[in-house]
Every structure is written in C-alpha cells, then in structure tokens.
C-alpha cells in the first residue's frame, strides 16, 4: 500500500490537497442560509467554487440559492434544474433530488417534480418535510389516494393533518 502512495506521488496521480480556505468558505456560506442571508451565501459558495471547481458542497450550495430563488421569486429555475442535474449525475448528494423537485414544480413540470420526490421520499421515508411536500403535489395531481397515504404517514411523524385527510381521504 505505502508503495502505490509512493508512485502515484511520483506520477502525479494523488489527488492535490484541497486548499483550505474552500472549507471555511463553504461552512460560512451554509451559516449564512440558516440565517436566511441568500445573497452573501451566494457569494461565499461562488468564492470558493472558484477555489475548487470540482467542490460537490460549494456546486450543491449554488444549486440550492437558485432553488430557494426560483420557489421564492420565479428566477433561475431553469438554471436550478441544470445544476441539480450535474450534481445528481455524480450520486445522490444531500438533498437534491428535493430541491431539484421544487424547481421542475415551479416550471410547472409537475410529474418531473414528483419522480423527484419519490426518490427523495425513498431515501428519507421518515422525513416530514419530503412527505407533506409530496402529499401535497399528489392533491394538485389529483391523485388522491396516494396523497391520502402520505398523509397517514405524516399523521404518524406528528404532524396535525387532520383536516387535510377529512376534506381529502374518505
């Protein structure tokens, strides 16, 4: 093993060692969404995006602005989709195939915005955000019995439905 290390140093092979200001860039750019500072997250993910291109946090942190863009003021939506796309291509990274399902619902693409979230659903069944969210795209698809499901599930991870399944689930 300690000779593989050895040659791949010797031929460039071994990754570069990440520079370190991508990582404090990246973890100032997510404080700053939980503080719900978008335009300077924004700006520290682009900054250390340009430390490391390859970055999945700092391309994910971009995805997710525009995301919060597109659901809040209609802009980047398409451009939200396509980066959520390359960051999918590469694995299931944190919460994509979520974020990515309120971008297709907004450009009125609804049935691409529910195979998003059955993925995101399978992945975190338990998660009450991703079942309310998918109930409720299932009722605007009049697809009722389905929605009426996730609601039952979501009753079971306390959340107070129970006026949606009495006007909704028979």
């Not at 460039?12 to 503080?35: F, H, I, M, T």
């Not at 974020?99 to 998660?127: M, T």
């Amino acid at each position: 093993m300690r000779r593989l290390l050895v040659v791949a140093l010797l031929f460039g092979c071994a990754p570069a060692p990440r520079d370190p200001s991508y990582d404090r860039l990246v973890e100032q750019a997510e404080a700053r969404v939980k503080r719900a500072e978008l335009a300077p997250a924004e700006r520290s993910f682009a900054e250390a995006h340009r430390v490391d291109p390859e970055g999945i946090e700092a391309r994910y942190g971009l995805a997710f602005v525009k995301s919060k863009r597109c659901s809040k003021h209609k802009r980047d939506c398409e451009a939200c989709l396509a980066d959520f796309d390359a960051i999918l291509s590469e694995g299931d990274y944190r919460d994509s195939h979520y974020n990515r399902a309120q971008c297709a619902f907004e450009l009125g693409r609804s049935d691409e915005a529910l195979a998003d979230l059955d993925k995101a659903v399978a992945k975190r069944p338990n998660d009450l955000d991703y079942r309310m969210t998918r109930a409720l795209l299932r009722l605007h698809l009049k697809r009722t019995a389905e929605a009426c499901e996730d609601l039952a599930k979501a009753r079971t991870l306390g959340a107070d439905v129970t006026m949606l399944i009495h006007k909704n689930c028979k």
